[in-house]
């Protein structure tokens, strides 16, 4: 690689002063801003067109970049998104700390369904969920994605209902987790219900709270 290099120069006693190397031009540093916008940009082309249809044309256009933009941070659309939703795993979800079992189930429960309810999460997961049918690689991605983003968190609100002495110590962890987990991601990306009931958070919180506690 070509290294640019400073004129000659001297230093205050009169001795030839080293050259110095310049930082890398432009061309060498991956810019924050446009990664970002690239990956935004793959949000939305998979909630408009879905992983079959996108294309890394596709998403240049959309993030306002050239193809090579995009080439020079992933070497295909799959690890693009592959990278994506491998991402959200470690993001993951806030640990709720109201005081209770039930309160802190429902507060996770809100922002939960919520984010599977936003327009474009509801678009990408499903379709996400077919292409792992036929990729392995974005099925394990996914699973972690979806597993560890919720596991955490989930882990968390047991943890600390046995610190309060809610729930007894050494329950079945991963059946809790199913308890947890399992009715809203049901009811929200499964069957895709258009509108959950009112008060079916409050409800889901309290049977999963008793359900929890007679582990």
Same mark, same amino acid.
Not at 90 to 104: C, I
């Given at each position: *690689?070509?290294?640019?290099?400073t %004129?000659n120069? %001297?230093n @205050?006693?009169?001795? !030839?002063?080293? !050259?110095?190397?310049?930082?890398?031009?432009?061309?060498?540093?991956?810019?924050?801003?446009?990664?970002?916008?690239?990956? /935004?940009?793959?949000?939305?082309?998979?909630? %408009?067109?879905?992983?079959?249809? *996108?294309?890394?044309?596709?998403?240049?256009?959309?993030?306002?970049?050239?193809?090579? @933009?995009v080439?020079?941070?992933?070497?295909?659309?799959?690890?693009?998104?592959?990278?994506?939703?491998?991402?959200?795993a470690?993001?993951?979800? !806030?640990?709720? &700390? %109201?005081?209770?079992?039930?309160?802190?189930?429902? *507060?996770?429960y &809100?922002?939960?369904?919520? /984010?599977?309810?936003?327009?474009v999460?509801?678009?990408?997961?499903p379709? $996400?969920?077919?292409?792992? @049918?036929r990729? !392995? &690689?974005? @099925?394990e991605? $996914?699973?972690?994605?979806l597993?560890?983003?919720?596991?955490?968190?989930?882990?968390?609100?047991?943890?600390?209902?046995?610190?309060?002495?809610?729930?007894?110590?050494?329950?079945?962890?991963?059946?809790?987790?199913? $308890?947890?987990?399992?009715?809203?991601y049901?009811?929200s990306?499964?069957?895709?219900?258009?509108? $959950?009931?009112?008060?079916?958070?409050?409800?889901?919180?309290?049977?999963?709270?008793?359900?929890?506690?007679?582990?």
């Amino acid at each position: *690689m070509l290294v640019r290099m400073t %004129t000659n120069t %001297t230093n @205050a006693d009169g001795t !030839p002063a080293r !050259p110095r190397r310049r930082a890398p031009a432009g061309a060498a540093v991956l810019r924050e801003d446009v990664t970002e916008a690239i990956r /935004a940009a793959v949000f939305e082309e998979l909630a %408009t067109v879905g992983y079959a249809r *996108m294309s890394i044309e596709g998403i240049a256009r959309r993030a306002g970049v050239g193809k090579t @933009a995009v080439y020079r941070r992933w070497r295909s659309k799959l690890h693009l998104v592959l990278d994506l939703v491998s991402a959200l795993a470690v993001q993951g979800l !806030p640990a709720p &700390e %109201t005081g209770g079992l039930e309160g802190d189930l429902r *507060m996770l429960y &809100e922002v939960t369904s919520r /984010a599977l309810r936003h327009p474009v999460a509801s678009q990408i997961i499903p379709d $996400l969920q077919a292409e792992a @049918a036929r990729n !392995p &690689e974005i @099925a394990e991605a $996914l699973q972690k994605a979806l597993r560890e983003g919720q596991e955490g968190v989930a882990l968390k609100i047991v943890a600390a209902a046995e610190q309060r002495g809610e729930v007894r110590t050494g329950l079945d962890e991963e059946l809790a987790l199913d $308890l947890i987990s399992g009715p809203l991601y049901w009811r929200s990306v499964v069957i895709r219900s258009p509108k $959950l009931p009112k008060g079916y958070l409050a409800a889901l919180a309290r049977a999963t709270a008793e359900a929890i506690k007679a582990l």
